[in-house]
């Protein structure tokens, strides 16, 4: 029993680090949109034009489309693609579609003069990505421990039931023996 407790202590504990790291990883990446949400930059699209900010829809249609006809340097399609998908002002966001934009930004073309923000958004989102599964993990163990507990409750107010029982037997017992004594 002492054993199960300190389970779910130590993942209590686990949880609360892991919210508390991602709690900072939310701020630092809302503390540096802050300064982009003062002065919406433009998306500069691969065609020359400049698609502004919270029209995702069209800045990712449009990079697309530019990607695929060849239209302006695939390099700056690939980054916009990826800044578009994740940004966090996007109701829509794609992490894998971003995820997949700089792995292929950086693969296919390592020398663009994006490509080491591309690093650095493949960082966070890969940082991201392993809060949420880490967050995942320690929601279904915490479920795995209430489920115990749960059990462990159930079979505690059984074994009550039983004592109880076997106080009343041992009552009547003790009743039944008396009696016998007096006769």
């Not at 990826?82 to 073309?109: E, M, Q």
């Amino acid at each position: 029993m002492k054993a199960r407790s300190n389970f779910a202590a130590i993942n209590v504990r686990k949880l609360r680090s892991l919210l508390a790291a991602a709690a900072l990883i939310l701020c630092a990446f809302i503390a540096g949109c802050a300064t982009l949400e003062q002065q919406p930059p433009t998306i500069d699209s691969p065609t020359g034009n400049s698609i502004l900010p919270g029209n995702f829809d069209q800045a990712l249609k449009e990079n697309q489309r530019a990607l695929a006809e060849g239209k302006g340097p695939p390099d700056v399609a690939l980054y916009n693609i990826g800044v578009v998908s994740a940004h966090s002002a996007n109701p829509k966001k794609d992490y894998p579609r971003a995820l997949l934009a700089f792995r292929t930004l950086l693969k296919d073309h390592p020398s663009s003069a994006r490509a080491e923000q591309a690093k650095i958004w493949l960082q966070a989102l890969e940082q991201i990505q392993k809060n949420a599964e880490e967050i995942q993990k320690l929601a279904d163990e915490k479920r795995a421990v209430a489920r115990e507990r749960d059990l462990v409750s159930q079979e505690r107010s059984k074994l009550n039931y039983a004592i109880e029982k076997s106080r009343q037997l041992d009552a009547e017992i003790e009743k039944r023996r008396r009696k016998s004594l007096n006769r």
